[in-house]
């Protein structure tokens, strides 16, 4: 299937003249706060909801719904809260969004907090994203001066304010209600829900959390329609979706598809291949935390509800490639080895489980392993999942039991053996 | 107070809490321990002192905070540090020579959290670094470097133990680590673009 539509969120990419607010403005940048400000809340929430647009931050929850959540009559300030703190393995794209382009998501924050009626935003930037903080900041003192954030934003008598607020070093902060900890100057330790943020969210106040692609989607939505906006991808996800792919492809990136473009066509057309055009064995189609797919899973539509039946996740759209000469065994203990060190300490399933899995598995990777590791390792994924305050923990059940799923041979093979049957070198010494 | 924030600096820490609305100045706990980093290159028990005095916070509060997050370092760091991404974009990439060689041309241990003899140099072994489209990523102060192999590793510890500052994939280059920190406190401003405008 050769790949033609009209490109959305990546329509400017290569024209350096739309990182800055003139270059933005000349290709009809801020069009839609401009139709904003003349809308009601109400109008802009009925707009977002019926285009249909899914958070792209890995949930995938109606946008307009979320924003419709959010009382009105609490007395209290409500508070947009952009969460850019992109971390899981393998994704990238909100990076180069916002690089490329950082008036759009200036433009998506204004309009929600137009719609539900905020006068501060926070952009929470992952701190190791510090030239992308600079990239906003810079986009931001551009846009007070243009008249589109501050006191009196396009011409209306609205005020919006935004402030960038950059992470240190934790993956746990992509968990809303750990990022609204963060932003509060706390560990970033997730907290009970319910309340949930749209009721009780930053400083105890309503707010809203989106993600930075979800938010670069709004502008259009206002300007150009929700039938427009689903003119793109499937009845039930509705759209683009920015993909990233890496790993052992000829051309990784970030590339912007269809929701329901199949795995293939972004495998074969967009990154040309896998690399040295060796075998695929296996993928991740959202980050390192949704369930690994095979090369059987190739023909697959990329969408939220494909995937679920296939038994996985759309997740961030982040697609790790791994072809026939990688090891499962070392590539599942190094992803397992992520979630152990970014645990935040709250569950003892997590806190514990993660690293006694790390363990294990580095054992099996170094030919140490045992027959017996293999139902510790199957009981420990079964023990962490849904077992945790937070899904951090659900990405090491999934690492565990996936790999297991397609791949309990090469586990196997690695007992018998009593080494890595594809000889992947490593960094770590284990103790025998 | 007056050694963790000299001079100006207590002026600066008084803008970055300005940032937040009132009543809500323990926002501003992340970017004041940034810029502790940012003029003693850690985060010293003097600054968790100052800071929690500023905010009206227990010391114990913000260590709490700092102890919490990667970016904040409560050791003496070397001059630069040099994070390599190992996360599996990366490793499949080869990045774990990339570590290695980092680890071997700088004489810093396998720890990790060691400082090289010369005091040079910090190696940090990263988590995903957001840069998976260009593996195997580096991040020297802060700024990334692209595609690096072990060889390009080498080079590049050499050209800054000669006083040089190569210049990243994107974005600016920082002669070290505390200079990314001054960034990371929200407190130098980016070059104006081609596109710019007001």
């Known amino acids: ?432 | 107070m007056t050694e963790a924030f000299p001079g100006g600096a207590i002026e600066e820490a008084r803008a970055i809490i300005a940032r937040y609305p009132a009543g809500r100045e323990r926002s501003a706990l992340m970017p004041l321990l940034y810029l502790a980093q940012s003029i003693e290159g850690y985060v010293s028990r003097e600054a968790l002192r100052a800071i929690a005095a500023l905010l009206q916070i227990t010391t114990a509060e913000v260590e709490a905070v700092a102890s919490f997050y990667t970016m904040y370092r409560l050791h003496p760091t070397g001059t630069h540090v040099i994070g390599v991404c190992t996360n599996l974009a990366c490793k499949l990439r080869g990045a774990v020579a990339v570590l290695e060689a980092a680890r071997e041309a700088t004489g810093v241990g396998s720890s990790g959290h060691g400082v090289s003899p010369d005091g040079a140099f910090t190696v940090h072994e990263e988590e995903c670094l957001g840069v998976c489209d260009h593996a195997p990523a580096v991040q020297i102060n802060v700024a990334n470097h692209d595609e690096v192999t072990p060889e390009r590793m080498r080079e590049l510890v050499e050209r800054l133990r000669a006083g040089e500052v190569p210049t990243p994939a994107r974005g600016p280059a920082f002669a070290s680590f505390r200079e990314a920190c001054r960034a990371l406190a929200g407190l130098e401003p980016a070059p104006p673009t081609p596109g710019g405008g007001a």
């Open chain 1, 1 to 432: 299937m050769a790949l033609a539509f009209e490109r959305r969120l990546t329509r400017h990419w290569g024209d350096p003249e739309v990182v800055g607010l003139d270059g933005y403005l000349a290709r009809g940048g801020y069009e839609g706060l401009r139709r904003a400000v003349s809308m009601t809340p109400e109008e802009i929430v009925e707009a977002v909801k019926a285009s249909g647009l899914r958070g792209r931050g890995g949930a995938g929850f109606p946008t307009g719904m979320k924003w419709g959540f959010v009382p009105r009559d609490t007395g209290k300030p409500t508070y947009v809260v952009v969460n850019f703190d992109e971390s899981e393995p393998g994704t990238c794209n909100n990076r180069e969004l916002v690089e490329r382009e950082p008036h759009r998501l200036l433009e998506g924050t204004a309009i929600a907090a137009l719609a539900i009626g905020c006068t501060t935003a926070f952009i929470y930037v992952r701190g190791e994203y510090l030239w992308q903080a600079l990239v906003l900041e810079r986009a931001i003192r551009e846009a007070y001066g243009g008249g589109f954030l501050g006191p009196r934003i396009a011409g209306s008598d609205r005020t919006v304010d935004i402030v960038v607020h950059r992470g240190a070093g934790a993956y746990i902060c992509g968990e809303e209600t750990a990022l609204l900890n963060s932003l509060e100057g706390l560990r970033g330790q997730p907290r009970l829900r319910p309340p949930f943020p749209a009721v009780e969210g930053l400083y105890a106040c309503p707010t809203v959390v989106n993600n930075v692609e979800t938010l670069m989607n709004v502008p259009d939505i206002i300007v150009r329609g929700p039938e427009w906006f689903r003119e793109l991808g499937t009845d039930k996800s509705p759209g683009t979706k920015m993909v990233t792919i890496s790993g052992k492809v000829e051309r990784p990136g970030n590339y912007e598809v269809p929701l329901g473009t199949p795995f293939r066509t972004v495998l074969e057309e967009l990154a040309g291949g896998v690399l040295g055009g060796r075998a695929l064995k296996a993928w991740t189609p959202g980050g390192s935390s949704t369930p690994l797919l095979t090369a059987e899973h190739v023909d697959i539509p990329l969408d939220y509800e494909s995937l679920a039946a296939a038994g996985s996740m759309l997740g961030t759209a982040a697609i790790m490639v791994m072809d026939e000469t990688d090891c499962i065994v070392d590539a599942a203990a190094r992803m397992v080895r992520f979630y152990a060190v970014e645990s935040c300490g709250k569950c003892t399933p997590c806190r514990e489980g993660g690293w006694w899995a790390t363990r294990v598995l580095d054992r099996l990777e170094a030919g140490f392993g045992r027959a017996d590791d293999l139902p510790v390792v199957r009981d420990l994924g079964r023990n962490i999942l849904f077992r945790a305050f937070c899904a951090l923990a659900d990405g090491t059940a999934s690492v565990i039991t996936s790999s297991l799923r397609h791949f309990a041979d090469e586990y196997e093979e690695h007992v018998r053996l009593g080494r890595c049957p594809l000889g992947v070198p490593h960094l770590e010494e284990v103790a025998s």
